[in-house]
C-alpha cells in the first residue's frame, strides 16, 4: 500500500466549479506541502500545514492530523488552474513522501 | 533573487557517458534536495544535504554523486548513465528540512 494517496487521479471541471483533491497518509507527518505542477513542468509550492486551514486567494487547504488526511480546495476555478496537484507530507525526518498528483484540467 | 537555478534544462547522453546536473540556490538555504520525476510515479528522493559539507543518500541514490562545497551549489554527478536514469531531474532548496520548499525548472535527461 502506498504511503500516500491522493484522489481523484484526473479530474475535469467546469469553470467555475469548486473542486476538491484528497490526500491521504499512513504516516505520522510534522507537516504536509501542496504543490503545483504546471504543463510546463515547474513546481510550486502552495501550502505547508501543520494543522488547521489555511487560505490563499481562491484556494484552502485543510488537514486532520487525527484522521491522517488533507484536501486541497479551488473556489470558483479558472482554465489557468490546469496543473497537477501534488500532496507532500513530511515525516519530520529529511524526508518528503510525494503523492503520484492529481491532474486536473478546467474547460472554459 | 533567482532562487532555485538548474543547468541544463535538456540533456541528451549515451549509456555509460557521465555528466553533472547543476543547481544553485541564492536565497541562503540550508536544505537542498535532488529529486527525480518519472511517469506515473511521485518525486523521489536521490540525494540531500543539510548544510556545506553534509550529505546523505535519499530514496534511490544508486549511480548518482553529490558535494556540497559550498551553501548556495548542490552539484548532481551521474558517473555511467544508464538509461533507467532517463528522468526529469529536480533540485530544491528550503530554509530547513520541513519549510516551504523552492524547486528548480527541472532538467529533463534522456539516455539513450
Known amino acids: 500500500k502506498n504511503e500516500v494517496e491522493q484522489s481523484p487521479q484526473n479530474l475535469t471541471a467546469q469553470e467555475g466549479e469548486f473542486i476538491t483533491i484528497n490526500c491521504s497518509y499512513s504516516?505520522?507527518?510534522?507537516?504536509l506541502h501542496w504543490l503545483q505542477q504546471h504543463p510546463g513542468g515547474g513546481i510550486v509550492s502552495l501550502f505547508m500545514?501543520?494543522?488547521g486551514k489555511k487560505k490563499h486567494g481562491r484556494l484552502i487547504a485543510t488537514i486532520n492530523i487525527q484522521e491522517k488526511h488533507s484536501s486541497l480546495h479551488i473556489t470558483a476555478s479558472h482554465p489557468r488552474d490546469s496543473a497537477v496537484y501534488i500532496c507532500a507530507p513530511h515525516s519530520g525526518t529529511y524526508k518528503y513522501i510525494f503523492g503520484t498528483g492529481t491532474r486536473l484540467k478546467v474547460l472554459a | 533573487n533567482a532562487g532555485v537555478t538548474q543547468t541544463p534544462k535538456f540533456q541528451v547522453l549515451k549509456t555509460g557517458q557521465s555528466m553533472t546536473l547543476q543547481c544553485a540556490q541564492d536565497m541562503n538555504h540550508e536544505y537542498m534536495s535532488w529529486y527525480r520525476q518519472d511517469p506515473g510515479m511521485g518525486l523521489r528522493l536521490i540525494h540531500y544535504?543539510?548544510?556545506?559539507?553534509?550529505?546523505d543518500q535519499g530514496e534511490v541514490p544508486n549511480g548518482y554523486n553529490v558535494s556540497r562545497s559550498t551553501t548556495e551549489d548542490f552539484p548532481l554527478r551521474l558517473l555511467s548513465a544508464a538509461p533507467s536514469q532517463t528522468s526529469v531531474y529536480f533540485c530544491?532548496?528550503?530554509?530547513?528540512?520541513?519549510?516551504?520548499?523552492?524547486f528548480g525548472p527541472g532538467t529533463r535527461l534522456t539516455v539513450l
Open positions: 500545514l501543520s494543522s
Open positions: 530544491a532548496s528550503s530554509y530547513w528540512r520541513d519549510n516551504e520548499q523552492f
Open positions: 544535504s543539510v548544510g556545506a559539507g553534509i550529505t
Open positions: 504516516v505520522g507527518i510534522s507537516a
